[in-house]
T-cell receptor, first 115, second 112 residues
């Protein structure tokens, strides 16, 4: 199957700083990628839809100025958590599909801990 | 609004037994229903998926049963193995993009 890779796998940052998470489609181009957040022992919640060459679409309740998404190329989307706080600590996961109407492949996730 | 409801929250099965996880959805526009397996600290991996034009799909030990009129679908894991111990999520999406709405998850434990 297609490979979606996230970097870093885990990151610890100080409160008030910003951290960038990368999501790459390694062997295919993805015009659309999705970002999810998962708190411990909970489900995945969609945060935003990342569209190549245009602005991301955010789900209700997700602060677009706090979670900056950039999809500058067909193989890379980035999520930047700005002015991170401990409550932003979570598991962030991206997904992408080879093409429309095909399965979504997920990255391995990024564990963010804000101290 | 929880659009996809999943049960049970946790499930313990003996090795060789059948594991059954159920989901119900509300949005009739959903037209793609996948099941994902997730191990701790990893991203979810697709197990099997179904569209509403079929009532059952089987892949190896995994079977999806789909009841469109009841808006329910379930995952059956036959001959459950300790290696199947993981969290399972049902999901649903509409349209061609795979923007998924997930169920709450089921933590499966298969005893040796």
């Amino acid at each position: 199957g297609a490979v979606v890779s996230q970097h870093p796998s885990w990151v610890i940052c100080k409160s008030g700083t910003s951290v960038k998470i990368e999501c790459r489609s390694l062997d295919f181009q993805a015009t659309t990628m999705f970002w999810y957040r998962q708190f411990p022992k909970q489900s995945l919640m969609l945060m935003a839809t990342s569209n190549e060459g245009s602005k991301a679409t955010y789900e209700q309740g997700v602060e677009k100025d706090k979670f900056l998404i950039n999809h500058a190329s067909l193989t890379l989307s980035t999520l930047t958590v700005t002015s991170a706080h401990p409550e932003d600590s979570s598991f962030y996961i991206c997904s992408a599909s080879l093409q429309l109407n095909t399965e979504a492949f997920f990255g391995q996730g990024t564990r963010l801990t804000v101290v | 609004q929880q659009q996809v409801k999943q049960s049970p929250q946790s499930l313990i099965v003996q090795k060789g037994g059948i594991s059954i996880i159920n989901c119900a959805y509300e949005n009739t526009a959903f037209d793609y229903f996948p099941w994902y397996q997730q191990f701790p600290g990893k991203g979810p991996a697709l197990l099997i998926a179904i569209r509403p034009d079929v009532s059952e799909k089987k892949e190896g030990r995994f079977t999806i049963s789909f009841n469109k009129s009841a808006k329910q679908f379930s995952l059956h894991i036959m001959d459950s193995q300790p290696g199947d111990s993981a969290t399972y999520f049902c999901a649903a999406s509409k349209g061609s993009a795979r923007q998924l709405t997930f169920g709450s998850g089921t933590q499966l434990t298969v005893l040796p």
